[in-house]
Nanobody, 122 residues
């Protein structure tokens, strides 16, 4: 069974930075691409960023390019989302995801974490 455990959400002010973490098993980390999605109430879950099993390539949504950075730590079987210059529009529940297919524009998710809330105040 694939388990993804997120941490790092919270309440910050606009312009601040925040880093999300997602830990999983060694097998999952070595098998699947890893990524992040986010969702606000009443809207569909949207892709944010993803990184391939090998670490390259990485893919970002246009809305976060230049502000967010995704990375993976093979020693810790974890993926991170460094979020800089946060805006109120970034407020959402952020979900870690993993899947076998990574396209040029997004990750096709197969498994989800439980989600972590990020709130950016203006």
């Amino acid at each position: 069974q694939v388990q993804l455990v997120e941490s790092g959400g919270g309440l910050v002010q606009a312009g601040d930075s925040l880093t999300l973490s997602c830990a999983t098993s060694k097998w999952t980390f070595a098998t699947f691409h890893m990524g992040w999605f986010r969702q606000v109430p009443g809207k569909e879950r949207e892709f944010v960023a993803a990184v391939s099993v090998s670490g390259d390539p990485v893919v970002y949504a246009d809305s976060v390019k230049g502000r967010f950075t995704i990375s993976r730590d093979n020693a810790k079987n974890s993926v991170y989302l460094q979020m800089n210059s946060l805006e109120p529009e970034d407020t959402a529940v952020y979900y870690c995801a993993t899947g076998a297919l990574l396209t040029y524009s997004h990750l096709v998710p197969q498994y989800w974490g439980q989600g972590t809330q990020v709130t950016v105040s203006s």
